[in-house]
């Protein structure tokens, strides 16, 4: 997790050095004024909010060693949703208190601060209500696991639910024997949450928390653009009723690892890019749909089945040909835990 630390006074300063050691950050991550910059080599500003825009686009996590006022002050005019913000944490400057204040859940604020308050002697002071009534946080479950939410104003319904009562959950995978506070089983009712890479709505309401286990293979021409293929990967996981919010990876063949479009496709997927040789791909065992004409061009019969498997798991979606892109798709095994 990319983060800055803030400090504005001694006290201040020796506590972001000893946080700094503990996170084995670099002390150019650590921002102050003039006068407390020189003696561990932190980062130096007369006017920390002229840096505060690009700080707080850049980190995943903001650690203000300060009165919550500065930091509230500071972040104000760059706050946008629960979605795109950074996690943002205060720390007196007595090393007393770890307080999240934005993106407890989505942005890890809450974990950070259980995570770091043993680390310095302090206490975590977590106010979101789910976590305080000591019961199921939809958003923080799925920033946990590496899940995206279908729709963040469902989210907020559903957390209001469990507040109040509970709320039913089904999913593709078994679910363990005991669930959180919060959760039952079931399969239908008003609102409730599906767990999975399908496309499905077993609710009226369905809140779907879709786990990032998802590779695509994929194979294309010399040339083709970022829109090609991403159109291909809609209508093939569109076709199999796969939300494309479940890709974590692309795999193809490593004559691909400069090609433009596949790059960019990867980028607005937010998809981590894996490439291999040849002989790599042909050494995956299985039974997969040849082609002589590639195995001519670059090594290989398949190129987008093979890659798959070798980043992701098991097959799930064969070799499909759609406008010249062809796209194969392999999924981890997910286990749910609570």
Request: glycine share 10%; with cysteine.
């Amino acid at each position: 997790m990319k983060t800055a630390l803030f400090c504005f006074s001694g006290n201040g300063a020796r506590l972001a050095e000893k946080l700094r050691e503990q996170l084995q950050l670099p002390p150019e991550n650590v921002h102050t004024v003039p006068k407390y910059a020189g003696k561990y080599g932190f980062r130096a500003h007369e006017r920390l909010s002229d840096a505060m825009g690009t700080l707080f686009a850049e980190n995943e996590a903001l650690i203000f060693i300060s009165a919550a006022g500065i930091a509230v002050r500071l972040i104000a005019p760059y706050v946008r949703s629960k979605a795109e913000d950074p996690a943002v944490l205060v720390i007196d400057d007595q090393g007393r208190f770890v307080i999240p204040v934005l993106s407890g859940h989505l942005g890890g604020a809450n974990a950070l601060a259980e995570k770091i308050a043993p680390l310095i002697g302090a206490l975590p002071v977590v106010t979101t209500a789910t976590d305080g009534a000591g019961r199921f946080s939809c958003d923080a479950w799925a920033a946990q696991h590496h899940c995206a939410l279908s729709s963040l104003k469902t989210a907020k319904k559903v957390s209001a639910a469990i507040l109040g009562g509970d709320v039913p959950v089904f999913s593709e995978t078994p679910l363990p024997a005991v669930l959180p506070k919060g959760l039952v089983r079931g399969e239908a009712g008003p609102l409730g949450i599906y767990i999975g890479i399908r496309e499905q709505q077993p609710f009226d309401e369905t809140l779907r928390l879709i786990p990032r286990i998802l590779t695509l293979g994929i194979g294309c021409r010399r040339g083709t653009g970022k829109d090609v293929i991403l159109s291909a990967v809609r209508t093939v996981l569109g076709a199999n009723g796969i939300d494309i919010r479940s890709v974590a990876a692309v795999a193809s063949i490593d004559v691909k690892k400069d090609e433009a479009g596949l790059l960019q496709a990867a980028e607005a997927l937010n998809a981590e890019l894996f490439f291999f040789s040849a002989d790599e791909l042909n050494a995956v065992p299985g039974d997969f749909e040849e082609s002589a004409f590639v195995r001519k061009t670059v090594g290989t019969g398949n190129v987008c089945e093979r890659a798959a498997v070798l980043a992701g798991g098991t097959r799930i979606i064969n070799k499909t040909a759609v406008d010249g892109v062809t796209v194969a798709a392999a999924v981890k095994e997910m286990r749910i835990e609570f």
